[in-house]
């Protein structure tokens, strides 16, 4: 065999395999089908924002920038999250079940170089597709409801003031894309952590809220739950007036400054994502369905 014959491959840098990383995750989610019609959705659903405005529309009264940024959002005072979370669930946590119940983790890591770099790559490539796909559902129900206002010569709001609950919401929904890769490597199953993050959010962490609130000691822990937390950072009650702040703290659930919510979802966030990581590099490439 010729000494050219017998060369070892070139070595890859961690940042290029990341690099590559990246590029592997995004053409798996930008060749399914799936992705581009729940976007479709997306878009359709935000086009309704501002026909939505019209359902009960007070012309001479200028919609506040805070209830704006709520619709925007979609409505996370409602829904106790905002029901973009609900299509987002099908991105965030399609990679890593492809990898862990569908048996190409394998495959993967041979094509990434290794478990850490896919776990990070699916990672900053979730973050970016769910903060992505907030950022261009409030830019579109903007302009729709921006149309709708002008037909209707209704007083437009303070776009600027907008900006800051809007871009609340895309940090908010990168976090869920996290939270939905961590939580399937963690229990290596898509369904149990879809129903989970369904439930535990609307319902159960308001349960659990209520009875610690019966526990000497902890009548505040309600407050710093992981979701409790998210609402707060999403709905700065203190921008609200009157009758409006009454209800929207009621909403809320929690007594957190936004800074503070922010900063408490975050870190819950950074720190299922650090236990997903462990979990993914340490588990088998197969789990059970």
Not at 221 to 247: E, H, I, K, Q
């Amino acid at each position: 065999m010729t000494p050219a014959a017998m060369k070892l491959p070139p070595v890859v840098s961690a940042r290029e395999s990341f690099r590559n990383a990246c590029r592997y995750e995004w053409r798996h989610l930008a060749g399914l089908r799936s992705t581009w019609i729940l976007l479709g959705v997306v878009v359709a659903l935000s086009l309704l924002t501002g026909p939505g405005l019209l359902l009960d529309l007070d012309t001479k009264r200028v919609i506040s920038a805070p209830s704006m940024g709520d619709v925007l959002a979609w409505t996370p005072m409602t829904t106790q999250i905002p029901a973009l979370c609900f299509f987002v669930l099908v991105l965030g946590t399609g990679p890593m079940s492809t990898d862990l119940v569908r048996g190409a983790a394998q495959t993967t890591w041979l094509a990434v170089n290794g478990r850490r770099t896919a776990y990070q790559a699916k990672c900053a490539v979730g973050f970016l597709v769910g903060a992505g796909v907030a950022g261009m559902s409030a830019l579109v129900g903007a302009l729709s409801a921006a149309l709708a206002l002008a037909v209707m010569g209704a007083p437009q709001p303070i776009w600027g003031e907008v900006l800051l609950p809007v871009s609340r919401f895309i940090l908010w929904m990168g976090c869920w894309a996290l939270l939905c890769m961590a939580l399937v490597a963690l229990m290596r199953n898509r369904i149990i952590p879809v129903v989970m993050l369904c439930l535990w959010p609307v319902l159960a962490e308001r349960l659990v809220g209520a009875l610690l609130g019966y526990v000497p000691g902890l009548e505040g822990v309600g407050d710093w739950l992981p979701f409790a937390a998210g609402r707060a950072m999403l709905t700065d009650v203190s921008a609200f007036t009157g009758d409006d702040r009454s209800f929207a703290g009621t909403m809320v659930g929690s007594d957190l400054s936004m800074p503070m919510a922010l900063v408490v979802f975050c870190l819950y966030t950074a720190v299922i994502t650090v236990v997903g990581h462990w979990a993914y590099c340490r588990g088998d490439a197969t789990a059970a369905s």
